[in-house]
């Protein structure tokens, strides 16, 4: 019974305590240009091969610096014959935007003209704001930010007949919600064949992202 006399007292304490400031939360969505291309890529090679073989293949089309991981064993499905065992590998790396062409073009030959031992490569590709950009543009915004979330508690305490005092606590979230709207078309995402957009045809271009940044900001108050 005295354990539940002292909880129920420390509750009380607790929501008292979530009177003593006003909480103020602010957020802002901006569009963020993609400046960064990702590559995921999945390659099938014979028993023999090795990782750093893998490695230096998608090196030499033009990624400076895959990772890349062994995956497992696979065997190609086909209702004529039997087909021997491959080793499994993926891989990715994340280049500049604007170098996605030429990389995307590399990759197309390395699909169809694969080195020994590499048998089979599937690829897609998006684009995204770097986290630079991202925590650049959250500096910028921070003081908008503030200053949105102290108008609106300045207005929570004028209606609660409070006057606002300082900042007690802050917290942000950057880049919270960031969402890709483009990358390359789904069939050529879907089967590592980018060739349609590398003839005459303009290569996708990446779309502009909206990123959500906000705080939440407590003040306190006087009476």
């Given at each position: 019974m005295r354990f539940l006399?002292?909880?129920?007292?420390?509750?009380?304490?607790?929501?008292?305590?979530?009177?003593?400031?006003?909480?103020?939360?602010?957020?802002?969505?901006?569009?963020?240009?993609?400046?960064?291309?990702?590559?995921?890529?999945?390659?099938?090679?014979?028993?023999?091969?090795?990782?750093?073989?893998?490695?230096?293949?998608?090196?030499?089309?033009?990624?400076?610096?895959?990772?890349?991981?062994?995956?497992?064993?696979?065997?190609?499905?086909?209702e004529w014959f039997a087909t021997p065992v491959q080793m499994l590998y993926s891989a990715n790396a994340t280049i500049a935007a604007g170098s996605a062409l030429d990389t995307a073009k590399n990759l197309e030959d390395l699909r169809t003209h694969p080195p020994d031992p590499l048998?089979?490569?599937?690829?897609?590709?998006?684009?995204?704001?770097?986290?630079?950009?991202?925590?650049?543009?959250?500096?910028?915004?921070?003081?908008q930010l503030v200053e949105d979330s102290r108008k609106l508690a300045q207005s929570l305490a004028g209606a609660s007949g409070v006057k606002l005092g300082p900042i007690r606590s802050i917290s942000d979230s950057p880049g919270a919600g960031r969402a890709v709207y483009a990358y390359v078309s789904t069939g050529a995402q879907r089967n590592g064949d980018f060739s349609v957009l590398l003839g005459s045809l303009p290569f996708v271009a990446p779309s502009n992202m909206q990123v959500t940044f906000s705080v939440n900001i407590v003040f306190a108050v006087t009476p």
């Open positions: 006399l002292l909880l129920a007292a420390l509750s009380c304490a607790a929501v008292a305590q979530t009177f003593d400031g006003i909480n103020a939360p602010a957020s802002r969505t901006v569009t963020l240009a993609a400046d960064e291309a990702t590559f995921t890529i999945i390659v099938a090679a014979g028993l023999d091969s090795t990782q750093r073989q893998v490695k230096q293949a998608l090196q030499n089309a033009g990624l400076p610096n895959p990772t890349v991981v062994a995956t497992g064993l696979g065997q190609p499905a086909s048998q089979s490569l599937q690829y897609s590709v998006s684009f995204n704001p770097s986290q630079a950009k991202i925590d650049a543009m959250g500096q910028t915004l921070l003081p």
